[in-house]
Structures are given as C-alpha cells and as structure tokens.
C-alpha cells in the first residue's frame, strides 16, 4: 500500500533550470495538492486540484505550474527555477471534500528537497 | 478569508508534564479544524480534528483539542508528555463551505526535556 509517493526525493537546480516534481497516489483521490514547506512559514498551497483534468490556484502559485492529466499523478513544473523556490515540497491526496470525511483528510508524501542554486 | 495564527514557534515541556499548543484561527464561516503532527523527514499525520458536534475532540497518541468558538480557539493538549512526541505540530482551518483547501499555520516545534 504506497498511499502518495512522490519523486524526486531530492534534486539540486541551477538557477534558471526547469523540472516536474512528481505525485503519485494508489488510493483513488479525487483531490490533490501541492504544498511548500519553508521554515517558520508552515505549509502554503502553491496549486491543487478537485479532480481528473481540473487544476486551480493555492496562495503562492507564481512561478509553478500544474497538471493533472491522469486521476493517480498531479505534476508540479517550474519552467524557470529561481533561489526563492528553494524548499521542501509536499504532495497530499484528498478522497472527497473536508466536510464528508469521516476519518483522516489529506494524506501526504514523504516530501521532495529541492534546492535552486 | 480563512487564517490560523499558532502562538510559539518553539515550545519545551519536561516529560510527564502537560503539552499545551495554542492555536486561534479566523474564519467568517463555520471552520473545520485540525492538527497535524510532522516527524523530522515525513510527511504530516492527522492527529485529529473538529468539523460538527462535540467540541472536545480526542485523537491519537492521547492528544485532544477543544473548539471553543467564543474565544476563536483550537488548542492542542496532551496530560503527559513523551520523548516520542517531539514533533512539528501545525494547526489547520478549512471553512465548512469550502471543501477544497486547508489552510496551516506556522508550526509549532514541541521540545521534551528529560
């Protein structure tokens, strides 16, 4: 049972550089997210998606781009990889919307370290 | 708009001491409330959380919270602390509306002392 996995673990980028950090879940969520992790900044949604072929914007979506062209994988790119976006980048996977949950809401990967020289 | 302020970034307790984890949010609707614990290099669990009924909410590892609308409050608390639950523990609002996103605090880092 491998829940969302996540790939990369971690990766180091030149300024400038592009990549697609990918999410995948075995669980049949409709919703998926994408998540930055700084310190002293808890999590902040950067794009998230309520399911197959839908994507929409979180707080900090600049810089990021997403699709979710297949239910299981939700893609998280960055065409243009700037130092700021240096952090730890989270995936979770949501079975249906927070208020018909009757036990735990988003289940998270195990992260992704990116580092942007 | 939804917000959740948790006050101390880093907190110490002695172990077998009581942990208390404050943690207020704003909402302009009926929020949905949560605790998530982060162990160092993983993901979050779901420790518990608030959406109807009972304000008292019990969760795992012996952690509880308590809703208490009046004071806009979700604070954490555990009877007895253990070396174990040194963790990042971050508070979290979603809006009964809403069902779409979550929003986290900041985090706060629970330290047991020995």
């Known amino acids: 049972n491998a829940g969302v996995t996540q790939t990369p673990k971690f990766r180091v980028l030149k300024t400038g550089q592009s990549m697609t950090l990918l999410c995948a879940q075995d669980?049949?969520?409709?919703?998926m997210y994408w998540y930055r992790q700084d310190p002293g900044m808890g999590l902040r949604l950067i794009h998230y998606s309520v399911g197959e072929g839908t994507t929409a914007k979180g707080e900090v979506p600049d810089g990021y781009n997403v699709s979710r062209l297949k239910k299981q994988n939700f893609l998280l790119g960055l065409e243009s990889a700037a130092p700021s976006q240096t952090s730890v980048y989270f995936c979770?996977?949501?079975?249906?919307?927070?208020?018909?949950?009757?036990?735990?809401?988003?289940?998270f990967g195990d992260g992704t370290r990116l580092s942007i020289l | 708009a939804q917000s959740v302020t948790q006050l101390g970034s880093h907190v110490s307790v002695s172990e077998g001491a009581l942990v208390l984890l404050r943690c207020n949010y704003s909402?302009?609707?009926?929020?949905?409330l949560f605790w998530y614990v982060q162990y160092p290099n993983q993901g979050l669990q779901l420790l518990l959380k608030?959406?109807?009924?009972?304000?008292l909410v019990k969760g795992i590892n012996g952690f509880e919270a308590e809703f208490k609308k009046s004071e806009t409050s979700f604070h954490l608390t555990k009877p007895s602390a253990h070396m174990s639950d040194a963790a990042e523990y971050f508070c979290a609002v979603s809006e009964a509306n809403r069902d779409d996103k979550i929003i986290f605090g900041k985090g706060t880092r629970l330290h047991i002392l020995p």
């Open positions: 979770a996977s949501d079975k249906a919307a927070v208020k018909h949950h009757s036990n735990q809401p988003q289940h």
């Open positions: 669980m049949n969520h409709e919703y």
């Open positions: 909402s302009s609707v009926p929020p949905y």
């Open positions: 608030y959406t109807t009924g009972a304000t």
